[in-house]
């Protein structure tokens, strides 16, 4: 079917719609590289006069900043940004990990419990908050409160039932006949899934790779009280960047949002071909 | 900070006659006293070693205790759970602790929103993680029921921090509400935060506008006395066409509950009776609502969002009359950086006065907020954590520590304001130091009670959505009524009751009367 050509109102509406969707991460890009003193001006600046990677330098040289007048920042971003990759890409890697063999065993395999995959979304049916303070209380018992392993571990946990009913969704979708016929020709079980199954849900494992892992990397309750001081995340950084004499340092909040979102874009990108396919994934039933 | 040798030195060269009284001063100066204390010493009829030994007596106990702690702790370590942003009145003491001490200062900063429930989350957990924590008053009530922080009564009697001093303790009432829970020590207040009015200066002296004011309403361009002087003057200056608003009042979720407890204890109504019954679901409380939306229409148009430092900012670039803030907005809007529309223009007064039924004026504060330190029950070095925090808030320390950038902290020691250093005079001028003065000692206490921040969150709520058009008054302050009655239930009766009749124990006579605390049987 030939591309249909975009006619001026739909086109008004779409670059509308789009301006009003860029323009947070707009805003955003606009704020990290103003002065402090654009920051929250009124009227408000919206292109800076003096643009300035002042608030950027600031994430990882506090006194950076002192240049402005502004003082009391007194933690710098690095430990955060690297406990965040950290902490993300390994629990990712693990739930997902998890989650696949899970979606393929429920998928495949699954005899008489129906109610398997109702149990692993249970634990995703209770707001957070609701097991922060149990968490707490077991993890300093076990001695894993205010420390990456504990972090991973809750992670885990908490994005394991999305990347289970997402990869079974893909793999409900995908014919077993194929591997079937795979094992029909001498594969085993695991073969056939490691190099058939796989292979073919590629586009909805990086779609369900990249959602868990925005999940883990945007998240703030249980980093916020699973931490002290040994432990670090990039959403609890944000949370920090106050002083007493310039108060809400929104510059350097926005310049450490700005880098946050660098990698989840650059995965986008680089993805994206994938990313679409997995979205569409069996969108047409057979 | 204070090298005590060389200061002994000095006072006895000064007592021998070695060292004149201009030599003296400046050799305290030196040795980094502030003029204020050096002068009142040298001065003194006791003569300067005893006059020193005494304002100085805190700080040097608690050097004194921390010496002996440190020199039997294992862990020569000590971890401060601390507000973001507070550090900047402690950094400048963390190398005296290492080198004289060795004694390693390590601070946790958490957004001061985090810190009460960081707190009761270490009630839970039993990390030990913290030694000294700073929380605000409101914490105390729920932190010492739970067990994570130390009654610091039996240490304070022992080493003598001078909280009550009456010439250089905190300002009573202010030392009794921001310190004691049931009449017990719990906390060493480091943070005197309290409400005050600031005025544009350079539009009350303006000639034109004081004619044009006098011509329309009979009395002089001044700073309000009254709130109805405060409304009348909003709704003068009020020019929203030149971006220049009548005040800059709070109206924000979270700060606008100490607006309406504030009109409402200038009303000579406290927030419970005697029976732990709101009080101000009452006419008083009503009309506070209506007044509080009238003055709606004369505030700047972001005061519905305001945080404490957006709201700053904004009075900072000139964008208001009149602010209600705490003393630190004072040192935004004096300061070049924050303050460049400001600076040099502002006076301040204390909190307006309301008239009572019998046709007395009434002038109250708000003590809200207000940091202090407590004592983690967990400590490894408890005493050590003690000597800190006696060290830190010591009449002499606290009057050094306070005028350093990027800390929360403010005036709160009777020296702090009536006595002050020339850093403390250079920070907030003579005249606001008197003003804070003159508002502390009618202050009236947050809900530093158990449950205290339920009870803030739900007057609040319903406060704000009054303010927002989603209620009308009477149904807002039904609700909020209804949900103190809940939280009062929950938490139970006879035991808030108990602390409740503790906290107003102690307030300022006209107060007492106006409220009728003073006739209250337990």
Redesign the interface.
């Known amino acids: 079917m030939a591309p249909r050509k975009l006619g001026i109102p739909l086109a008004v509406v779409m670059g509308a719609g789009l301006a009003f969707t860029l323009f947070p991460i707009f805003w955003l890009v606009m704020t990290a590289i103003k002065p402090p003193i654009d920051w929250n001006a009124s009227p408000a600046v919206w292109l800076p006069s003096c643009p300035t990677f002042i608030n950027f330098l600031t994430l990882f040289d506090p006194d950076a900043i002192r240049e402005y007048g502004v003082g009391g920042v007194s933690q710098s971003a690095t430990a955060a940004v690297f406990g965040s990759i950290l902490a993300s890409v390994a629990s990712t890697c693990i739930s997902v990990c998890i989650g696949l063999f899970s979606a393929i065993g429920i998928s495949r395999y699954s005899k008489g419990s129906r109610s398997t995959p109702l149990v692993i979304l249970s634990g995703r049916m209770f707001p957070p908050a609701a097991i922060a303070v149990p968490f707490v209380i077991i993890f300093s018992t076990v001695s894993l409160i205010d420390s990456y392993v504990g972090l991973i571990a809750v992670y885990v946990a908490v994005t394991l039932p999305f990347s289970t009913w997402m990869l079974k969704s893909f793999v409900d979708d995908l014919p077993r006949e194929i591997e079937e016929a795979a094992m029909l020709d001498g594969m085993t079980r695991v073969k056939a899934h490691l190099t058939v199954t796989i292979p073919l849900i590629k586009g909805g494992l990086f779609s369900t790779t990249m959602l868990v892992f925005i999940l883990n990397w945007s998240e703030f309750m249980f980093a916020l009280v699973l931490s002290y001081s040994n432990i670090s995340t990039i959403p609890v950084q944000l949370s920090k960047y106050v002083t007493a004499t310039a108060g809400t340092l929104y510059g350097v909040q926005a310049a450490l949002a700005v880098l946050a979102m660098l990698p989840l874009v650059a995965g986008g990108f680089l993805i994206q071909g994938h990313l679409a396919r997995g979205m569409t994934f069996g969108a047409i039933k057979q | 900070m204070h090298s005590t040798p060389e200061i002994q030195t000095a006072l006895e060269k000064y007592e021998n006659g070695v060292l004149s009284r201009r030599a003296f001063l400046r050799r305290m100066g030196i040795l980094g006293v502030g003029f204020a204390a050096a002068n009142a010493v040298s001065l003194s009829p006791l003569g300067a070693t005893k006059a020193w030994a005494a304002i100085n007596g805190a700080e040097e106990r608690a050097w004194n205790l921390a010496k002996t702690a440190a020199a039997k702790a294992a862990k020569k370590h000590l971890?401060l759970l601390i507000p973001?942003?507070?550090?900047?009145n402690m950094?400048p003491y963390v190398d005296k602790w290492k080198n004289e001490l060795g004694v390693t200062l390590?601070?946790?900063?958490?957004?001061?929103e985090?810190v009460h429930?960081k707190g009761m989350?270490e009630a839970?957990?039993?990390?030990g993680?913290y030694d000294v924590m700073m929380p605000t008053a409101m914490s105390y009530p729920d932190w010492l029921d739970s067990g994570l922080i130390y009654d610091l009564t039996d240490w304070v009697n022992k080493y003598q921090p001078d909280i009550f001093h009456d010439e250089w303790g905190v300002v009573f009432p202010a030392s009794h509400h921001a310190q004691l829970y049931n009449g017990r020590v719990v906390g060493l207040l480091c943070d005197g935060d309290q409400i005050t009015l600031l005025c544009r200066a350079d539009h009350i002296k303006n000639s034109a506008k004081a004619k044009a004011f006098e011509d329309k309403h009979g009395y002089k361009l001044n700073l309000p006395k009254t709130w109805k002087e405060y409304y009348v003057l909003a709704q003068f200056m009020h020019d929203p066409k030149n971006?220049f608003y009548g005040s800059l009042e709070y109206r924000s979720r979270y700060y606008s509950k100490w607006m309406f407890m504030q009109r409402l204890a200038s009303k000579g109504r406290l927030w419970f009776d005697q029976d732990m019954n709101p009080t101000f679901n009452s006419p008083e409380g009503l009309q506070v609502l209506e007044d509080m939306l009238a003055m709606n229409q004369y505030l700047h148009p972001d005061a519905f969002s305001f945080?404490?430092?957006?709201n700053?900012?904004?009075f900072g670039?000139g964008?208001g009359f009149m602010n209600i803030v705490w003393p630190?907005g004072f040192k935004y809007s004096t300061a070049p950086?924050?303050g460049p529309a400001t600076t040099g223009k502002i006076m301040a007064t204390v909190m307006p006065a309301d008239t009572l039924p019998d046709g007395n004026l009434l002038y109250a504060g708000m003590f809200c907020w207000g940091y202090g330190f407590a004592i983690s029950k967990y400590s490894a070095n408890p005493e050590l954590a003690y000597a800190y925090a006696q060290w830190m808030t010591s009449p002499t320390i606290s009057a050094d520590a306070i005028p350093y950038?990027?800390?929360?902290s403010d005036p709160y020691r009777i020296n702090h304001m009536l006595k002050p250093t020339p850093r403390l005079v250079e920070t907030y001028t003579k005249d606001y130091l008197k003003t804070l003065y003159n508002n502390i000692v009618n202050t009236v206490p947050d809900f530093c009670l158990p449950g205290g921040f339920e009870y803030q969150d739900a007057l609040d709520k319903e406060v704000h959505a009054c303010m927002t058009g989603e209620k009308k008054p009477k149904a807002a302050l039904d609700a909020a009524s209804r949900a103190f009655d809940r939280i009062t239930r929950r938490v139970g009766k006879d035991k808030v009751r108990k602390s409740w009749f503790a906290l107003t124990e102690n307030l300022a006579a006209p107060i007492k009367k106006a409220t009728g605390r003073s006739d209250w049987k337990m």
Do not use: C, H, M
């Open positions: 971890t973001t942003g507070s550090i900047g950094t390590e601070f946790i900063e958490e957004p001061d985090v429930t989350q839970v957990a039993k990390t993680r971006n945080t404490w430092s957006s700053y900012n904004a670039r964008e630190s950086s924050t950038l990027g800390g929360y």
